[in-house]
């Protein structure tokens, strides 16, 4: 069965680790010894999440010598901001009709603090 890109990007976003990584990318590029360095694991383990990453394409790794620094992809991250934009707009309508019902429920002359 195939999965699709969205159902990897959020299985990969699901571990702290890699929200960590993603995080100092946003930073810019880094090695593998740059990122695993606020982390008591391996370069191997790091090396790993990185590897979750890219198969989810939110990293990607480049190549200048011995140096094969990794990147945030930002185009994978407006995809996952855009799907979850559209449930915000949801979210702000609900709360607004919310807001309005509760006024119109509210006895006149409570302005609803507490006394």
Same mark, same amino acid.
């Given at each position: ?8 990007? +959020?299985?990969?976003?699901?571990? /702290? ?8 990318? &946003? !930073?810019? $590029?880094? &090695?593998?010894?740059?990122? *695993?360095? /606020? +982390? ?6 790091? &090396?790993?999440?990185? !590897? ?7 990293? &990607? ?7 094969? /620094? *990794?990147?945030? $992809?930002?185009?994978?991250? !407006?995809?996952? *901001? ?9 979210? $702000?309508?609900?709360? $607004? ?15 609803? *603090?507490?006394?």
């Amino acid at each position: 069965m195939q999965t699709d890109t969205l159902s990897i990007q +959020f299985a990969a976003l699901a571990d /702290p680790t890699r929200r960590a990584i993603l995080a100092r990318l &946003s !930073k810019g $590029e880094a &090695s593998v010894n740059d990122l *695993a360095a /606020p +982390f008591a694991m391996s370069l191997p383990a790091i &090396s790993r999440h990185l !590897k979750v990453l890219e198969n989810a394409g939110l990293v &990607s790794r480049g190549r200048t010598a011995q140096w094969r /620094p *990794a990147k945030i $992809e930002p185009l994978a991250m !407006k995809g996952i *901001a855009d799907w979850i934009d559209q449930y915000r707009h949801f979210w $702000e309508s609900s709360f $607004e009709r919310l807001d309005v019902y509760l006024k119109s429920i509210q006895p006149a002359g409570d302005d609803g *603090a507490p006394h």
